[in-house]
T-cell receptor
Framework: EAGVAQSPRYKIIEKRQSVAFWCNPISGHATLYWYQQILGQGPKLLIQFQNNGVVDDSQLPKDRFSAERLKGVDSTLKIQPAKLEDSAVYLC????????????FGEGSRLTVL | AQTVTQSQPEMSVQEAETVTLSCTYDTSESDYYLFWYKQPPSRQMILVIRQEAYKQQNATENRFSVNFQKAAKSFSLKISDSQLGDAAMYFCAYRSAGPGRQGAQKLVFGQGTRLTINP
């Protein structure tokens, strides 16, 4: 079974530029998450989708971050304009809608903002 | 809101020895899941072990076991016979068990503990 795919793995941009990250979850997983992991910290949830609807985006900085999940499968997370404090690893995860609660993570996209 | 606290930023252990990583959490809910995830350097996060709050028996997965103290809201991870491949960041995480509630399925992570294995 293929895992959660993310791209790009690494991205370096100047502040005020824009960037987009892509995630393809495990086939059949209805729930998709984007987490932000700043160096030395635990991951923080940015947004959670159930199929193509948003369940929780309470910690998403909506003035600069946006995310979509078209057709309930792939998802894109965009940052525009980027700030220095956005430097982090952006983790995508997916889970099947059941009671086991396990999330499956991708390898992450490491963003460096200069 | 639920919070998860890992008070040990770093731990080290000799190969083949046993180490315990600590985790405490705060919640008003009675039904939830607790997890330990492992994140090796530059690699994806993987599930180590899971505990359902309604189960009194502590979960065990090979060399990994937990000590779940519901009343104390404590959830520690014990790694027996430590191996070099166990070196990683370990994250404790909490998840509500109510699938119908908005945001109920999100995972709330602690700050992590970096585990070093000394050969």
């Amino acid at each position: 079974e293929a895992g959660v795919a993310q791209s790009p793995r690494y991205k370096i941009i100047e502040k005020r530029q824009s960037v987009a990250f892509w995630c393809n979850p495990i086939s059949g997983h209805a729930t998709l998450y984007w987490y932000q992991q700043i160096l030395g910290q635990g991951p923080k949830l940015l947004i959670q989708f159930q199929n193509n609807g948003v369940v929780d985006d309470s910690q998403l900085p909506k003035d600069r971050f946006s995310a979509e999940r078209l057709k309930g499968v792939d998802s894109t997370l965009k940052i525009q304009p980027a700030k220095l404090e956005d430097s982090a690893v952006y983790l995508c995860a997916s889970s099947f809608r059941d009671i086991t609660g396990e999330l499956f993570f991708g390898e992450g996209s490491r963003l460096t903002v200069l | 809101a639920q919070t998860v606290t890992q008070s040990q930023p770093e731990m080290s252990v000799q190969e083949a020895e046993t180490v315990t990583l600590s985790c405490t959490y705060d919640t008003s809910e009675s039904d939830y899941y607790l997890f330990w995830y492992k994140q090796p350097p530059s690699r994806q996060m993987i599930l180590v072990i899971r505990q359902e709050a309604y189960k009194q028996q502590n979960a065990t997965e090979n060399r990994f076991s937990v000590n779940f103290q519901k009343a104390a809201k404590s959830f520690s991870l014990k790694i027996s016979d430590s191996q070099l491949g166990d070196a990683a960041m370990y994250f404790c995480a909490y998840r509500s068990a109510g699938p119908g509630r908005q945001g109920a399925q999100k995972l709330v992570f602690g700050q992590g503990t970096r585990l070093t294995i000394n050969p």
